[in-house]
């Protein structure tokens, strides 16, 4: 336990000096070579941007982690719920399954405008764009980790006449969850992609909507910050996606 936490802080430190490192060389090689702001602020003007009221970084960042939030959170409930559904419904996975990939298919970016037909403006369409992209891939993941239990275990609890919900809870969801927590760290990416693109497409309130009004003015600090934002939004994610996976398997693991 003991050498397992050192390992994690070694790590940690590692992780947090190189990011240190590109920072202090990102703020060198704009001064030293006198980079103007418009093309690429230094990491001091970019932070300094965060002093600028009318900005409201506070309100349109919380904006945008709720539509990634609320898209990851839907995407995560309905792929793992019709995942479970297909593993017991093989007939009805053959006729859906197909109809998904080929929806999968259709640019998210071609959506938007319907979405916001159907729902208007606000939080729900780009929630809903969100939810369209991340998805799919937790969806496949836990369908495959459904799929690939060890069948000796399975008809080793059929012969003790173990009930399906028995199947599910002993041997299918202990050994589907590292495919789970891998397509939710997929899905965890592209949920931040796609509120950001509904953003873009109609929105009014978010980072993404704020990049589109400074970039009329060149204001690039500003961009770079929403940026940044958006980054350590999905950073945030990601590690509370990791942290579950810890928790769920990695701890199960050292339990058994």
Same mark, same amino acid.
């Given at each position: 336990? #003991?050498?397992?936490r050192a390992r994690t #802080?070694? @790590?940690?430190?590692?992780?947090?000096?190189?990011?240190?490192?590109?920072?202090?060389?990102?703020?060198?090689?704009?001064?030293?070579?006198?980079?103007?702001?418009?093309?690429?602020?230094?990491?001091?003007?970019?932070?300094?941007?965060? /002093?600028?009221?009318?900005?409201?970084?506070?309100?349109?960042?919380?904006?945008?982690?709720?539509?990634?939030? /609320?898209?990851?959170?839907?995407?995560?409930?309905?792929?793992?719920?019709?995942? %479970?559904?297909?593993?017991?419904?093989?007939?009805?996975?053959?006729?859906?399954?197909? =109809?998904?990939?080929?929806?999968?298919?259709?640019?998210?970016?071609?959506?938007?405008? =319907?979405?916001?037909?159907?729902?208007? &403006?606000?939080?729900?369409?780009?929630?809903?764009?969100?939810? @369209?992209?991340?998805?799919?891939?937790?969806?496949?993941?836990?369908?495959?980790?459904?799929?690939?239990?060890?069948?000796?275990?399975?008809?080793?609890?059929?012969?003790?006449?173990?009930?399906?919900?028995?199947?599910?809870?002993?041997?299918?969801?202990? /050994?589907?969850?590292?495919?789970?927590?891998?397509?939710?760290?997929?899905?965890?990416?592209?949920? %931040?992609?796609?509120?950001?693109? /509904?953003?873009?497409?109609?929105?009014?309130?978010?980072?993404? &909507?704020?990049?589109?009004?400074?970039?009329?003015?060149?204001?690039?600090?500003?961009? %770079?910050?929403?940026?940044?934002?958006l980054t350590l939004l999905? %950073?945030?994610?990601?590690?509370?996606?990791?942290?579950?996976?810890?928790?769920?398997?990695?701890?199960?693991?050292?339990?058994?």
């Amino acid at each position: 336990m #003991a050498a397992d936490r050192a390992r994690t #802080a070694r @790590s940690f430190a590692i992780i947090l000096i190189v990011h240190l490192a590109v920072l202090v060389l990102w703020q060198v090689a704009v001064d030293a070579f006198h980079v103007p702001k418009f093309i690429l602020p230094s990491p001091l003007a970019t932070v300094q941007t965060l /002093g600028t009221a009318s900005y409201a970084w506070g309100a349109n960042t919380l904006v945008t982690a709720i539509e990634i939030l /609320g898209g990851f959170a839907l995407g995560a409930f309905v792929g793992v719920a019709l995942a %479970v559904i297909f593993s017991w419904a093989p007939l009805l996975s053959l006729v859906l399954l197909p =109809l998904f990939v080929t929806l999968n298919m259709i640019p998210k970016v071609a959506l938007g405008p =319907l979405f916001i037909v159907w729902f208007s &403006y606000g939080i729900v369409p780009n929630i809903l764009i969100a939810f @369209s992209i991340c998805f799919f891939p937790i969806l496949l993941t836990t369908a495959r980790g459904l799929r690939e239990v060890e069948p000796d275990l399975l008809d080793l609890v059929k012969s003790l006449r173990g009930s399906r919900w028995t199947l599910f809870r002993k041997i299918q969801l202990p /050994g589907s969850l590292p495919y789970i927590f891998s397509g939710m760290k997929v899905g965890a990416i592209l949920a %931040v992609a796609g509120a950001i693109v /509904g953003e873009f497409i109609a929105s009014e309130r978010g980072l993404g &909507y704020l990049m589109i009004q400074v970039q009329s003015s060149l204001d690039t600090p500003a961009m %770079v910050m929403a940026v940044v934002l958006l980054t350590l939004l999905g %950073v945030a994610l990601y590690g509370l996606v990791l942290a579950l996976e810890r928790m769920f398997v990695v701890g199960d693991a050292r339990q058994n």
